[in-house]
């Protein structure tokens, strides 16, 4: 995980192999009030936690230049052990939350 000056509030998942690549990520806990995905206790064990309350929840941003418009992905949060230096993204299942969920529209 990487936070850049002038990026916040992203923070970037940076791919340790390839210098060019990363994902923008959003800390779930600031954005989105009402999202508590259940992480199931294989997860939890894999992550070293006992509970979800251990672990800092990460979304996915995607930006659609033509439409202007922000989303997250809901649907596989990246579950992070910071005390652990563990991660792993987690799918949730389907339609429990969407894939695609805007936070910004500014063009229709």
């Known amino acids: 995980l990487c936070e850049q000056g002038g990026l916040q509030p992203l923070t970037l998942l940076v791919a340790l192999d390839v210098a060019d690549i990363a994902l923008p990520l959003l800390r779930s806990a600031e954005f989105l009030i009402d999202y508590s995905p259940p992480i199931a206790p294989s997860d939890l064990e894999a992550l070293d936690a006992k509970s979800v309350d251990e672990l800092d929840l990460f979304v996915v941003v995607t930006f659609d230049g033509s439409s202007d418009s922000v989303a997250v992905n809901l ?30 529209r500014t063009r229709e």
Request: net charge positive.
């Open 75 to 104: 649907m596989a949060p990246i579950c992070m052990n910071l005390t652990r230096r563990l991660g792993r993204q987690v799918v949730l299942p389907d339609g429990m939350y969407p894939l695609h969920y805007p936070l910004v």
